[in-house]
Structure formats: C-alpha cells, structure tokens
Nanobody, 114 residues
Framework: QVQLVESGGGLVQPGGSLRLSCRASGMTFSRSAMAWYRQAPGKQRESVASISSDGSTMYADSVKGRFTISRDNAGTTVYLQMSSLKPEDTAVYYC????????WGQGTQVTVSS
C-alpha cells in the first residue's frame, strides 16, 4: 500500500522560514510530476507548487518568489522551502501526484502567527 508522509510543519512568526519534506513508501515517483497542496479551514484544497519529472516548476501567484519546490535524484523525497511566511500561509500542507492524486496523507500543519 502506498503511503505519503509529510513532515516539517510548525509554528513560526511572520517573515520566518520552514522546510517541509514528503516521503513515500510503497512507490517511487522519479517519473511523476509532484505537487504540494494546502488547505485552510473553510477553504478548498489548492496546489501551491509543482515539479515535473524533468525538474521544471510552477507556483501559485500567492507563493511565487517565496516558496521553492525541489526533489531528490532518487525520487523518494520532495521538499518545499518556505520563506517570508505570512499569516495567510497558515494551513495543512500535503504532497501528492500533480496529476491523478493517490490516497492523501495526514499532512503537516503550518501556522504563521505573531
């Protein structure tokens, strides 16, 4: 069974930084486009960053210039480096395939507050 595990979230002050990690068991995704998603209370889940198999990236306008998505060469881990964090970035963050998401993991909570 495939399992996605996100980690690295926490409580930070506005302007701070966090680095999220996503690890997969039961699969590799070296040939798949991956994405980070987030969901705030009362809002729909949205994609904030994606990375293709060849390394090309896309970002939502709300995070462009502040977030960086990357992946390791083995295809086992995807990262999201977040800087200049704002209160509106507060959400549960998930990783998954960009096209045809599989079963969602539990996500990792990011809270930005002073």
């Amino acid at each position: 069974q495939v399992q996605l595990v996100e980690s690295g979230g926490g409580l930070v002050q506005p302007g701070g930084s966090l680095r999220l990690s996503c690890r997969a068991s039961g699969m590799t995704f070296s040939r798949s486009a991956m994405a980070w998603y987030r969901q705030a209370p009362g809002k729909q889940r949205e994609s904030v960053a994606s990375i293709s198999s060849d390394g090309s990236t896309m970002y939502a306008d709300s995070v462009k210039g502040r977030f960086t998505i990357s992946r390791d060469n083995a295809g086992t881990t995807v990262y999201l480096q977040m800087s200049s964090l704002k209160p509106e970035d507060t959400a549960v963050y998930y990783c998954n395939l960009f096209i045809g998401p599989i079963t969602w993991g539990q996500g990792t909570q990011v809270t930005v507050s002073s």
